[in-house]
């Protein structure tokens, strides 16, 4: 299928042509660049060649393949600039028509251009066949072969209007740079200027390193495309700055140096950052542009949230179906700030902890609060969340976080009217709860002397195993402990609560006093198999289950009764029973020494039909015969 | 425990094997009259057992006997094992206790 690329295409954008979407051919790539991922395209229009670097948002397009070596694209938008004399275009956006074709042509590379921009040539003749050495098969262009119809001009982009004001002794080019999309800055630019909404606009910190003191202060920008950057102004920077910025009013800037981006602080999806400088410009443009959006989240919902990676950060919203009281937490370095905990909850059915940190707690943890307490249930939107893996996943704030309470957007309705039409009265799964893995169908069996035996619980995460034993012996001394009742989200606290005064209990975590506690087992119990016996730990789910009543009955039985007799009784009554164990086994330090620690988790009778089936299988697996595979 | 003469656990095809022997098995009960029962083994098979079954009958009864022919018992013993049982769990049990693991059980 022959294929005519648009004829001169080269020297028409070199000219400054951006309007033609020309149809050209892509004869090389090269990732190039330090540390972050650029691709420079050798495109051709069969005659003559020129370098493209590819906008980043593009890289995508490589790596897939979608575009390669003897591509036939179309260049949808791009720009020219020109760099230390270098004529380089950048590709914004493009489109292969034809993934794979063959070289068309005989093309060459156009005077004018250079192939390497980042590097200095020693030598800049430009005719000599040996600094082409990267790019073999085309012929050095020589001045003989120059058959153009036109000579490229090396121009800037924009023509200055002719009466524009001379200021100076240099004569500058004042001409307002071309406004561009943010996803299109880099460090290669030329002049640029971006028109953006501020969607966030940070502290003014002060510091003090080795240089001395400084200040500074960042910004978000989102831009009518969706892109979005952050900048960046230090000292005297934020003197000019500081005041003139706003969130939600739309600038016009320009001048600013792109560095790469901080992905420690930055979790803007973009790798470069803008930092404005002294001759830097930011122009506010009081008419209200519709066309930016005020703020751009991704939600995830809540049930993606439960295999995210632990630290990431991300924009969640759901209703917020309670929120507690703040409370003072201290902190590691000794400072001491607010703490509450709320659940917010979503279409998908989970719900997920939220903790708010600092002023978060007074301003928008205190405005939910009302809320909640007046009946509503508010939409709450969160940008910039921080993944937290302690208990099963939860979502806590950090400095730049930012919170939207019931906002105009359209996830927002869509929760409302899903809460409104049943979603309110549907229970939801927390997700914030310690998971234990491997459900019935992939339960780990062991022995108890294969616990010791094969180390379980010395690595870094717990070992999750069941086994079969029965209960040969139930401590009595402290069997369980004052627990605080009050509940914390849909969890009840349960923290150890102290005797503050005659019949007043103290809960240090919910900072409360109430006279009713509750009584939850800390069973210490020893569990025997045809192997060995062994001691575990069981809380109150597993207590109740081996002891077949409440630790609070067992309290007043023993402790106000007094009836050690019926006490005993019903301790014996519960020896040799024969369960299932679901273990959770973990190596942990006692004052100096390593100890593996055994919790049972959960206690099931043994059904006699699905054991039978288990140790049958277990058998025939067994049998000698079949290991002469 | 007396174990002189045990009982080899059979289903309805492994009966064949014991004839004139004494056996136990586990039927599952569809007929009942006096001086017999007619049951289904855990393999499917009907089988027909002589002697005086317990009054309440369950559903699932264990007989030990002698094996008369390839589809009778004469029952010696009757044990009530109740109305839910895993007939698979105990056909599973006579295959092993005839086959590979015959040295445990006789």
Known sequence: ?629 | MDTSSPAAFVNGGLLRMHVGRKVRTVIQVTRSDAGSVMGKSTDGCQLVVRGSPPAPLTSYVEVIGVAENENSIRAELWTNFGDSFDASNYDQLCQLANGELKHLFL
Not at chain 1, 122 to 142: G, H, I, K, W
Not at chain 1, 252 to 265: C, D, E
Not at chain 1, 408 to 418: I, K, S, Y
Not at chain 1, 617 to 623: E, G, I, P, R, W
């Open chain 1, 1 to 629: 299928m022959p294929v005519n690329l648009t004829r001169n295409a080269i020297a028409m954008m070199n000219s400054g042509d951006f309007n033609s979407k020309p149809l050209v051919q892509v004869v090389d790539i090269k990732l190039i660049g330090n540390s972050q991922e650029r691709y420079r395209f050798l495109l051709s229009d069969s005659e003559s060649t020129q370098h493209a670097m590819l906008a980043t948002q593009l890289n995508e397009q490589v790596r897939t393949g979608r575009v390669k070596k003897g591509s036939i694209i179309q260049l949808i938008d791009y720009i020219c600039s020109t760099v230390q004399n270098r004529r380089i275009i950048v590709v914004l956006n493009m489109e292969t028509i034809i993934p794979e074709y063959e070289i068309i042509g005989n093309p060459k590379l156009l005077m004018g251009s250079e192939p390497e921009a980042n590097k200095s040539m020693p030598n800049n003749n430009l005719f000599e066949p040996s600094t082409r050495s990267t790019n073999n098969r085309y012929s050095a262009p020589a001045p003989a072969n120059k058959a153009q119809s036109f000579q490229p001009t090396i121009q800037p982009a924009y023509q200055p209007p002719p009466n524009y004001k001379i200021q100076g002794p240099i004569m500058k080019n004042e001409a307002p740079a071309r406004i561009i999309p943010i996803a299109a800055l880099n460090p290669y630019q030329g002049r640029w200027a971006i028109k953006a909404r501020v969607t966030a606009k940070g502290d003014l910190r002060r510091y003090n390193n080795a240089r001395g003191d400084g200040k500074v202060f960042s910004f978000d920008l989102l831009d009518s495309d969706g892109g979005e950057i952050r900048v960046t102004c230090f000292n005297a920077v934020v003197d000019r700055f500081y005041n003139v910025i706003e969130v939600g009013k739309v600038y016009l800037i320009s001048k600013g140096s792109l560095k790469p981006a901080q992905k420690n602080f930055n979790h803007l999806k973009n790798e470069w950052e803008i930092f404005l400088e002294s001759n830097s410009t930011v122009e506010l443009c009081p008419d209200e542009d519709g066309s930016i959006p005020r703020q751009q989240f991704s939600f995830r919902p809540i049930t993606e949230i439960e295999s995210a990676e632990n630290n990431s950060i991300l924009d969640v919203i759901g209703i917020v179906i309670s929120v507690n009281p703040s409370v003072p937490i201290l902190r590691k370095n000794g400072m001491e700030t607010q703490r509450r905990i709320l659940n917010l909850k979503d279409v998908s059915g989970k719900s997920v902890e939220l903790t708010l940190w600092g002023d978060f707690c007074n301003k928008e943890g205190q405005k939910l609060q009302e809320m909640v307490d007046s009946g509503l249930f508010p939409v709450l939107a969160v940008k910039a969340g921080k993944v937290n893996d302690f208990n099963g996943k939860s979502i806590g704030t950090i400095s730049s976080t930012q919170l939207f309470i019931d906002p105009d957007c359209p996830e927002a309705q869509g929760l409302r009217a899903w809460f409104e039409s049943g979603g309110r009265n549907t229970a939801s799964i927390s997700i914030s709860k310690e998971i234990m893995p491997g459900g019935s169908k992939n339960e780990i069996r062991k022995t108890l002397t294969q616990i010791k035996d094969e180390g379980l619980g010395r690595s870094d995460k717990p070992d999750w195993v069941t086994a079969k034993a029965t209960v040969v012996f139930i401590k009595t001394d402290n069997f369980c402990y004052t627990a605080c009742p009050l509940m914390i989200g849909d969890r009840q606290c349960n923290k150890k609560v102290t005797q503050s005064g005659n019949k007043i209990w103290l809960c240090d975590r919910c900072n409360q006093e109430f006279e009713e506690c509750d009584y939850r087992y800390l069973l210490q119990v020893q569990i025997q198999d045809h192997t060995g016996l062994t001691w575990v730990t069981a809380f109150q789910e597993a207590g109740e289950e081996i002891l077949g009543c409440s630790a609070k009955e067992m309290y007043l039985l023993k402790y106000e009764l007094q009836d050690d007799t019926r006490f005993g009784e019903i301790i014996r009554s519960r020896l040799f029973h024969q369960y299932l164990f679901r273990l959770k086994i973990k190596e942990e330090l006692y004052g100096d020494e390593q100890r593996v620690k055994i919790t049972v988790v959960k206690v099931d009778k043994v059904n006699y039909s699905a054991e039978s089936r288990y140790l049958l299988d277990m058998v025939t697996k067994n049998l000698p015969n079949r290991k002469q595979f």
